[in-house]
């Protein structure tokens, strides 16, 4: 799918931002503007002079909400947007220092791999063409040597036939050239070569796994690639195989790993946009004892973060002061006044999002790209049924969507995977034997497949 220059550049307006949220994600519009607003910020920023560039900080966001309204959704579709590296976090994971388990730093370390990961596949892709080539001229050294006693000799027989070395150098280049050809267009994928690949040696580590060594920034595959030197194995593979095991290793010699390392950290610094879930969790007042004593203290943690600080990393260091904070929380039991004030302070924008309602529940049906009635009905197609669904029946499955919310526990969204789960179980199951092609799902087949369930108040709370 080909996408637009403005998403490659970053230069959408907030009214075109909205509109792609909207392809995604049903109603929330104050929110879908807010985190818009902020998205153009940053492309506003890096066009302003550079003396004023390090003061505008970003205005970090404070969604409210109840679950599965979308808060999640609407900060990873930005983040795609935005082609910014982008990690959810649950705050409840992190623990005060001096406790035990993961400091809020981890953050910053989690998101610098996940941008160089970004940047290395980027840059793998520019040089994919070239490493391609590579690999091919590699898999035709295998099948036919090149320079080698071997092909010494046959010269010294062929000097007998009057037949002079350049000529004999025409017809092995013409020969290596026409297998460059066929392992090109494919001919020879189903053959089978033995190639030379690297050992896995992460075995070897992953006693320190779960160390804690990892928070600390350290990478022992990095301390001890230069002692131990990298192991090789053969390995028996098809040709088209061996394309893409060696594509892939001519395309990391392509790549400058310092540049990548350089060039992620920027994006983390400029771009980053970090979702701090669950942030509710951790408001309210401590008791003194017990699993959560260190409730305030992960705040006071959290704080330096997204004030502004340098991580240092394995890679080099990180600042903090433009990354873009996203916390969310239901905020049932505690409000958004239960944190630390300097904590408050930090997330200046504050968005309510609403409950589904009815209507809400049938668009999410229908309207998204990635809506689950396409996404069964795209399932299926591959079974060779095709299934479609009445208005009448759609909206009877909002219906029930929204009543077990009321009468249950209300989980958003979320409730519309289990109910179209347990509603096409069944068909799921004999699809690859069915000899018809398509099925009418209407208002009868949804009342035969979810009547006992839904009816049975006990048997709702545990199978939708």
Sequence with gaps: MEVSPKIV????????IVSELDKYIIGQDDAKKSVAIALRNRYRRKLVRDDMKDEIIPKNILMIGPTGVGKTEIARRLAKIARAPFIKIEVTKFTEVGYVGRDVESMIRDITETSIRMVKEHKMEKVEVEAEKMAIERIVDIMLPGKNKKKDDYFSKMADKDESKDELDDRVKARRQRMFERIKEGKLDDHKIEIEVEANSQQMLEVFSGSGVEEMGINFQDMLGNIFPSKKKKKK???????????????????DMEQVKSEAIDKVENDGIIFLDEIDKIAGRESGSGPEVSRQGVQRDILPIVEGSTVVTKHGSVKTDHILFIAAGAFHVSSPADLIPELQGRFPLRVNLNSLSRENFKDILLLPQNSLIKQ??????????????????VEEISNFAFDINEETENIGARRLHTIMEKLLEDLSFEAPGLETDKIIIDVDYVHDKLKDVVADKDLSKYIL
Aim: glycine share 2%.
């Design 9 to 16: 550049n970053n230069e959408l307006t907030p009214k075109e």
């Design 237 to 255: 593979v098809t040709i088209k195989q061996a394309k893409e095991i060696l594509k892939q290793s001519e395309a990391q010699k392509l790549i």
């Design 376 to 393: 069964y009905k795209a399932l299926l197609e591959t079974e060779g049924v095709e299934i479609e669904f009445s208005e009448e029946a």
